[in-house]
């Protein structure tokens, strides 16, 4: 039953992303309908890429799962680079749009030892030594424990299993907000990076443009406390055929509410959001999340703080930092050099709150506008535009830093 209104819920939020009437234009991406069913590593397989799954254990127990391209060319002299990706979402990120476009394969292209992770409480992370996940306990997690423990695992792992001292970090969103988690808060992790490239950076978010995230925000603590009180920690969890139940339910009559709800979270840019492209990452997208991050990144977008979860109870807060102050994140402990890239139509990561981010940190490098004006959040992932615009210059700018790196 449970289940039943579970998937009603998810798709009435997502019900309408499939055909919501966005342009039919030609994608140049090399993708099929049927890639909305495969998993990461049968994508990548499928692109003509060899890949290995590693299995990641975190100082809390965590069991994650990390997908590799390994070099092709293991003669070059080129550090490993580890991939995170956003929230909701998991490394398919990196691999969905082929292997023409896709940033993993144009950085295993170039020679590159490709790592990606998968955060706790997505699809391909979701297991724990002692915790079932179907408890509460598993699920007791935010952004902060991604950053905390899943981020130093999988560098840690990285760095082991390939010899090199150190290693690039490219990350989306959510992903780039754990480098920085990583950086400020674990000892040692300024050693093991060369330079982060931070993608639409999720760490200041309270000029949010979107009025559905506001709206959210403003009825997170019923909404979660509904959740709890039926016994669900997770929020948006990947489900076995979510594909073909969006294809089968999508009404025609609410495509305009739909289209106009999607613009409103991620930003408009229609020329470089293909429908196809859009469906078929619906067999990938939601992968899962835990309720607490949702909160916590709600706390974010309405204090315009960085800083740890606020349990909004002096007693609580007393007994897990030590303080009735919740801990700020201390960006000027993340001394690597940082790389920014912003989409001045970015509803999600406004990009005044990345120009926020870079005055707090201590090496800013680089900080890239794409030169499309009307690039949004989603389209760091999807667009059509987004090799030329974006994916190139990620790409020259890991070169540079690997080249200086040795
Ligand atoms: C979690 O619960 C579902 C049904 O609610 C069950 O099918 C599944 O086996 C459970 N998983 C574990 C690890 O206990
Ligand atoms: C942040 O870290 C820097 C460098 O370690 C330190 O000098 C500074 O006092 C810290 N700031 C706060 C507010 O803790």
């Not at 127990?61 to 070099?71: E, W």
């Not at 959001?273 to 997208?285: A, E, M, Q, Y």
């Not at 979860?309 to 700020?328: C, K, M, T």
Request: glycine content about 6%.
């Amino acid at each position: 039953m449970v289940r039943v209104i579970w998937l009603l819920v998810l798709s009435s939020v997502h019900v309408c992303l499939v055909q919501c009437g966005f342009r039919n234009s030609s994608a140049p991406f090399l993708m099929e309908e049927e890639d909305a069913l495969l998993t990461v590593p049968q994508l990548i397989r499928k692109n003509g890429f060899s890949v290995e799954e590693h299995r990641v254990r975190t100082e809390d127990g965590y069991l994650l799962t990390m997908f590799r391209i390994p070099p092709r060319k293991p003669g070059l002299r080129k550090h490993p680079v580890f991939m995170m990706h956003s929230l909701f979402s998991s490394s398919a990120d990196w691999v969905l749009i082929g292997r023409k476009h896709g940033l993993a394969y144009l950085l295993a292209n170039r020679g590159y030892d490709v790592w990606m992770g998968n955060a706790r409480g997505s699809r391909y992370s979701k297991r724990h030594e002692r915790y079932s996940v179907n408890s509460s306990q598993f699920w007791d997690f935010s952004f902060h424990e991604i950053g905390f423990y899943d981020v130093p695992a999988f560098v840690d792992y990285v760095l082991a299993n390939t010899g090199s001292h150190r290693l690039h970090y490219v990350g989306f969103s959510q992903g780039a907000l754990t480098g920085f988690i990583a950086l400020s808060d674990r000892y040692g992790m300024n050693d093991k990076i060369i330079e982060l490239q931070a993608l639409s950076p999720a760490v200041y978010m309270h000029r949010s443009l979107s009025g559905f995230i506001k709206l959210l925000v403003s009825v997170v603590r019923p909404l979660t406390d509904a959740l709890e009180f039926i016994q669900r920690y997770e929020f948006l969890p990947y489900i076995e055929g979510q594909y073909n139940f969006y294809q089968a339910v999508c009404p025609a009559p609410a495509q305009t509410i739909c289209r106009t709800l999607i613009y409103d979270v991620v930003g408009m840019n229609p020329d470089q959001l293909d429908v196809k492209t859009l469906r078929i990452f619906l067999g990938h997208f939601p992968a899962g999340s835990s309720l607490k991050q949702v909160k916590h990144y709600s706390q974010i977008i309405r204090d315009g703080i960085f800083r740890q979860f606020e349990y909004g109870d002096l007693a609580i807060n007393l007994n897990r930092y030590g303080s009735p102050q919740v801990p700020r994140y201390n960006l000027s402990r993340a001394t690597v050099p940082v790389r920014t890239y912003y989409g001045y139509n970015d509803h999600v990561v406004n990009y005044l709150n990345v120009l926020q981010l870079q005055q707090e940190l201590p090496n800013l490098v680089g900080s890239y506008p794409v030169p499309d004006k009307l690039f949004s959040h989603i389209d760091f992932i999807l667009a059509n535009n987004v090799k030329q615009v974006l994916y190139d210059e990620v790409v020259r700018n890991v070169e540079k830093a690997d080249a200086e790196a040795f």
